[in-house]
């Protein structure tokens, strides 16, 4: 079993910035590509950003040049640098990771997480 914990969500005023941290723990053999979704009151859930393994990043249109997604391999854990923040950035924020149960080379299942309220608001 993989765990993903969720950390940093809040209350923030517009213009402001927030930092989400998402760690995997649990029994596996390797986290391949992990990121972030958001889902806002009565809309469809959408990409934030992702990272590979490598370091390969892709944002969503809505957050390119206000969010940084960042990873560390050593801690399995995927940061989200949030700045400038509108209140369109409104969401419950999940996180989500490739895992590998038994092999570095290949991903069994994506994961998510429970999910973490970010406000913007004044």
């Known amino acids: 079993q993989v765990q993903l914990a969720e950390s940093g969500g809040g209350l923030v005023q517009p213009g402001g910035s927030l930092r989400l941290s998402c760690a995997a723990s649990?029994?596996?053999?390797?986290?391949?590509?992990m990121g972030w979704y958001r889902q806002a009151s009565g809309k469809q859930r959408e990409l934030v950003a992702t990272?590979?393994?490598?370091?390969?990043?892709n944002y969503g249109p809505s957050v390119k040049g206000r969010f940084t997604i960042s990873r560390d391999n050593a801690k399995n854990t995927v940061y989200l640098q949030m700045n400038s923040l509108k209140p369109e950035d409104t969401a419950v924020y999940y996180c989500?990771?490739?895992?590998?149960?038994?092999?570095?080379?290949?991903?069994?299942?994506?994961?998510w997480g429970q999910g973490t309220q970010v406000t913007v608001s004044s």
């Open positions: 989500h990771a490739g895992v590998g149960l038994r092999s570095a080379y290949r991903q069994d299942y994506v994961d």
């Open positions: 649990g029994s596996f053999q390797s986290i391949f590509a």
């Open positions: 990272i590979s393994s490598g370091g390969d990043t």
